[in-house]
């Protein structure tokens, strides 16, 4: 199974750039995105066609803001439901979980907070994060779970390209990495370092500065799936060459 993930920084602008074109030549299975920036009475106006796929939303109740999406495969074996939301209505508001029931696994589209300049959203985002962690323990004791999206964290140092002078910034706080851990040691596989070791590539570069073509970035998009699932990985890789948003796509390939 093909799984791509890719935070797209606002579904109507990625659509007039090579959206499409990077779906027919990948052909994923399934395609989480997050950051879609677009209410439901947008998404009608905007009249998207998606052929070969069955579409799933979950807007922020904020227009403009958040979002996810799911893409699925037209009659991808072994699929059941999406479902919107952990249940908890300061998180579900931002349109930030979807969760993917297939009959041998759960598959969640997570596009995390951002803990903001001056870390305002920080204890927001730790609270989002021990939730979440609640809610995949529960759904790991009935099948195996792939968490992917937007993280908006930095795990360790090899995962930014100036580490020390970040220490401390939004995405690479104590706080947001002791969490990381804690979700890793909770019996989760990194499936990027799991299959590419200590190999250096990011999924994020900021707009400012030329980051980009200087490859001055950040991985903060992860696939990471339950440890019973770690023989499974076939590749896991980031499409670092993909153009179109500030972030890169994230792909995962399970046997």
Known sequence: MKLISWNVNGIRAIWKKNFWQFVIRERP?????????ISEKAIKE???SFPGYQVFWHSAKRPGYSGTAMLIKDGLEGFIKVENGLGEEEFDDEGRVQIVHFKNFYLLNIY???ANAQLTRLDYKLRFNDFLLKQVTRLRKDKPVVVTGDYNVAHREIDLARPKENVGSPGFTPEERAAMDNFID?????????????KIKYSWWS?????????????????CVSDKLKKQIKKADIFDSVLGSDHAPVILELE
């Open 112 to 114: 995390f907070p951002n």
């Open 186 to 198: 909770s019996g989760f596989v990194d499936t990027f370092r799991f299959s590419q070791g200590e």
């Open 29 to 37: 299975d399934v395609l989480c995105l997050q950051e879609t920036k």
């Open 207 to 223: 707009y400012r500065s030329a980051a980009r073509s200087r490859n001055i970035g950040w991985r903060i998009d992860y696939f």
């Open 46 to 48: 905007a009249n998207f």
